[in-house]
């Protein structure tokens, strides 16, 4: 079965400081990959997708992600955060049922 | 391009009610998802509708249904309410398949269950 498990439920930075969202899944098919962001009382919010080619992928608002096939892995970055970033951040895979599966989110905490 | 719009926001219902929740999807989007949101279990999908048809069904009870209209609006349907049907549910539409394409979120119905 089709799974994923962000590793980090909170994570608390510094503004300016750089960060790393943290996503591993498991899947036996052809991988499509996602990472999607929920402001407070808001949708979910398209930040990148990997499908296929480059395992780096461009998202918006500066954050990027890497896929790496050999340690089923797709962890979300970006150089320097603000405190707008403060959010909850979703990995997620497409599933071979025609749904996406999400992972159980990572809160993102900028502090000043 | 106007967004995913749900409706009502917020609900208030006691157990054994039923309710039912409206989600319009954005202009020209033929597939409309809808995913419940808990703390405990996080995002689970619920179904996807289209072209008026279900074309993916989670693992929930026969208590969820679903229907879409020829418009793409969709409701999606709770019966016999418990308290553990208290959560966020959001709709999300798309042009095309769930797994690889875009999800536009609307920002979702608050339901309460007391």
């Known amino acids: 079965a089709q799974s994923v498990t962000q590793l980090d439920s909170q994570v608390p930075v510094f503004e300016e400081a750089p960060v790393e969202l943290r996503c591993n899944y498991s899947?036996?098919?052809?991988?499509?990959l996602f990472w999607y962001v929920q402001y407070p009382n808001q949708g979910l919010q398209l930040l990148l997708k990997y499908l296929s080619g480059s395992t780096l992928v461009k998202g918006i608002n500066g954050f990027e992600a890497e896929f790496n096939k050999s340690q089923t892995s797709f962890h979300l970055r970006k150089p320097s955060v603000h405190i707008s970033d403060t959010a909850e951040y979703f990995c997620a895979v497409g599933g071979s049922q025609g749904n996406l599966i999400f992972g159980k989110g990572t809160k993102l905490s900028v502090k000043p | 391009k106007a967004g995913v719009t749900q409706t009502p926001r917020y609900l208030i219902k006691t157990r054994g009610q039923q309710v039912t929740l409206s989600c319009s999807p954005i202009?020209?989007?033929?597939?409309v998802s809808w995913y419940q949101q808990t703390p405990g279990q996080g995002l689970q999908f619920l179904f996807e509708y289209f072209s008026e048809t279900q074309r993916n069904k989670g693992n929930f009870p026969g208590r969820f249904s679903g229907r879409q209209f020829s418009n793409s609006r969709s409701e999606m349907n709770v019966s016999t309410l418990e308290l553990g049907d208290s959560a966020l549910y959001l709709c999300a539409s798309s042009s095309g398949g769930v797994s690889s394409d875009e999800q536009f979120f609307g920002p979702g119905t608050r339901l309460t269950v007391l």
């Open positions: 202009s020209g989007h033929r597939s």
């Open positions: 899947s036996s098919v052809s991988v499509y």
